[in-house]
C-alpha cells in the first residue's frame, strides 16, 4: 500500500473479527487485521473498500466481561472431549450445570453465574476490573464530578474513577 492510499480503520472483539474478515477476504478487499490488548483486532481497509466494512448492528454483540476478566475472578473455560463441542466453566469447586456447544455460549454462562455472585466495576480510563472489595473510596470526589454526570462506584488502583457494570440480563 502506497503512501497516498487513505486507510480506514475500525475494531472489533473476539466475536466479530472471523465475521468481519471473511466478509472482506470474500469481497477481496486488501485487508490489515492487527491484535491489540485486552481481545481486540483493529482491522485496516482501503477507504474505496469501507463500503464493505459491516454494520455494527448487524454483527454479534461482543460479551460484558471478557475471558481474561472472567479468569481474574477465578473463572476458567474448559473444553471437555475430542469433538470440540463440550465447553464448560469452572470456578473453584463450582462449575456450570451442563456443556455449551461453543465457548462463547460457556463464557456467557460464566458473565451470569458471575453477576449473581459479585457487584462489578470497570475503571473508566485502564478497563481494570473491580469486586466491591477491591474498590479504594473516592478521592475529591465533588472535585471530580459534575452535576448530573453518573455517580462513580469507587477509585481504581491507577487514580481514576470506575463505575458499575450493568448485567447483560
Same mark, same amino acid.
Given at each position: ?14 466475536r ?19 491484535p491489540?490488548?485486552? #481481545?481486540?483486532? !483493529?482491522? $485496516?481497509?482501503?477507504?474505496?473498500a469501507?463500503?464493505?466494512?459491516? =454494520?455494527?448492528?448487524? /454483527? ?15 473463572y476458567?473455560?474448559?473444553e ?28 456467557? #454462562?460464566?458473565? !451470569?453465574? $458471575?453477576?449473581?455472585i459479585y ?5 473508566? =480510563?485502564?478497563?481494570? /476490573? ?21 455517580l462513580p ?5 491507577c ?11
Open positions: 500500500m502506497s503512501v497516498q492510499d487513505t486507510v480506514c480503520r475500525r475494531l472489533y472483539g473476539p466479530q473479527i472471523s465475521l468481519v474478515v471473511a466478509g472482506l477476504l470474500k469481497q477481496s478487499c486488501w485487508i490489515e487485521v492487527t491489540l490488548p485486552e #481481545d481486540l483486532w !483493529e482491522v $485496516a481497509v482501503k477507504s474505496d469501507s463500503r464493505h466494512l459491516p =454494520d455494527p448492528a448487524k /454483527l454479534p454483540p461482543e460479551a460484558v466481561l471478557s475471558i481474561k476478566d472472567l479468569e481474574g475472578l477465578g476458567h473455560l474448559r471437555d472431549g475430542p469433538d470440540g463441542f463440550r465447553h464448560y466453566w469452572v470456578n473453584d469447586a463450582r462449575q456450570s450445570n451442563g456443556y455449551h456447544t461453543t465457548q462463547a455460549n460457556a463464557q456467557d #454462562d460464566a458473565i !451470569e453465574d $458471575a453477576f449473581e457487584n462489578l466495576h470497570r475503571c473508566d =480510563d485502564c478497563g481494570r /476490573l473491580h469486586t466491591d472489595e477491591s474498590l479504594q473510596d473516592v478521592k475529591d470526589l465533588t472535585m471530580r464530578v459534575e452535576a448530573g454526570d453518573p462506584s469507587g477509585e481504581c488502583e487514580g481514576a474513577l470506575c463505575y458499575p457494570i450493568q448485567s447483560p440480563n
